[in-house]
């Protein structure tokens, strides 16, 4: 059985990762069709070794007919074109944050939480978390099943390709510009971004967190767990690919180290890399174009009863986003779910 299959936001850094991880997972498709902005409308991109898609404009696009619309495209757009998609009998699985915290549209990692995919039907919608969020439940799952959690206090190391291939071109250029000792002009973030560190992601909220830093927080307790408190510290560094994150974490139960890696290591989407000697862990670098979440650095926390610490990472565009999007589509298949126009 094979399906029809929309890519919107085609041209992105993440739609362009949907497109390429549809052909990586041999995803069944009969057709796709690659869809962006009017004036994206007429490129042409490639899916796969031989496939050009030219490219169609969203406003004029008509999902009738198509199984699945995996979206991209940025909140606002998607707040118009993805609840039109779903009337004309497409399901969407979008990853902006304009539906995560609607209290009908799911909000699912396939590892943590697939039983929520039942409730899609009422809007017709799935929302894919923040990249942030989905490493990080993926690693506390597993362990919030054994040990629950009461409390987790995370710090991320963020790349750039989080806020798309604009910013990644600012590092770039102000990378390049400061071996030249020229000026570069910072658009996309706060401050000069090579060879910095900002702690500042999204937008600054009332009780002085970041929006970046309200996502992980909500966003866990969705998908996870309602009853876990969640403190979030959220910086964008100068890499190009790669989340990383600090996370410490309070059980209810008593847990070692050792019974947290054993428990990682056979768990579904984690990989342990954690061996106490120069180099024995995981880093952004090494994780990009990699499916895996990355647990390293796994150690007891002594300053709180039952307190662990780890460091994990993930390709923010692949799990983080487009693989996560495609890992849904496949589990609404498998549960038999999506079954609307298949042929």
Known sequence: MAYRVAVVGATGAVGREMLKTLVERRFPVSEVAAVA????????????????????????????????????????????HAPRAAAQGCVVIDNTSQFRMDPDIPLVVPEVNPHHLSQYRKRGIIANPNCS??????????????????????????????????????????????????????EQFTKE???????????????GSTKEEW?????????????????????????????GEAVNVEFERPVTAGQARALLRESPGIEVVDVREDGGYMTQLECAGEDAVFVSRIRKDPTVENGLSFWCVSDNLRKGAALNAVQIAETLIAQNMLLRHAA
């Open 37 to 80: 902005s009017g004036r994206s409308a007429g490129q042409q991109i490639s899916f796969g070794e031989k496939d050009i898609l030219t490219v169609r404009n969203l406003d004029t696009f008509d999902f009738t007919g198509w199984d699945i619309g995996l979206f991209s495209p940025g909140a606002s757009i998607s707040a118009v």
């Open 133 to 186: 969020t989905i490493q990080m439940v993926v690693a506390l799952k597993p362990l919030h099943d054994e040990f629950r959690i009461k409390r987790v206090v995370v710090s991320t190391y963020q790349s750039t390709s989080g806020g798309g291939k604009e910013a990644m071109d600012e590092l770039f250029q102000h990378t390049k510009a400061s071996f030249v000792h020229e000026q570069h002009p910072h």
């Open 193 to 207: 971004i090579a060879f910095n560190c900002i702690p500042h992601i999204d937008k600054f909220m009332d009780d």
């Open 215 to 243: 996502k992980m927080v909500v966003e866990t307790k969705k998908i996870l767990d309602p009853k876990i408190a969640v403190h979030a510290t959220c910086v964008r560094v100068p890499v190009f690919i790669g989340h």
